[in-house]
């Protein structure tokens, strides 16, 4: 079964960049979708990122749209979320998600969708 495991959290200012990653086990992201979701304390999971299995579609969700680019380096098993320009607002605890790429299954903003979660690293923006 595959498995992902998220690293690059942390502290950091307003106005800050930060870089998450997501490598993955037991599997390969080559033929699967990877996602971003975060999750505030009180909210509800909200999608962040998502990126095709061989990175041909990429979608983000509108509030990080201009300030956050996702990226995947299969030979490395590996999907990444840089962040600029980080607001306060951004803090949450970030996820990585992955999607099996069978026939007919795209990359999505579903979490539902995603078949394999990471266990999540937090990312606190101070104003």
């Known amino acids: 079964q595959m498995h992902v495991a998220e690293s690059g959290g942390g502290l950091v200012q307003a106005g800050d960049s930060l870089t998450l990653s997501c490598v993955a086990s037991?599997?390969?992201?080559?033929?699967?979708?990877g996602g971003w979701f975060r999750q505030a304390p009180g909210k509800e999971r909200e999608f962040v990122a998502g990126?095709?299995?061989?990175?041909?579609?990429?979608i983000y969700g509108d509030s990080v749209k201009g300030r956050f680019t996702i990226s995947k380096d299969n030979a490395k098993n590996t999907v990444r979320l840089q962040m600029n320009s980080l607001k306060p607002e951004d803090t949450a605890l970030y996820y990585c998600?992955?999607?099996?790429?069978?026939?007919?299954?795209?990359?999505?903003?579903?979490?539902?969708?995603?078949?394999?979660w990471g266990q999540g690293t937090q990312v606190t923006v101070s104003s």
């Open positions: 998600a992955a999607r099996e790429a069978l026939a007919g299954r795209v990359v999505t903003s579903t979490a539902s969708d995603y078949d394999y």
């Open positions: 037991g599997g390969f992201f080559g033929n699967h979708h």
């Open positions: 990126i095709s299995w061989n990175s041909d579609r990429i």
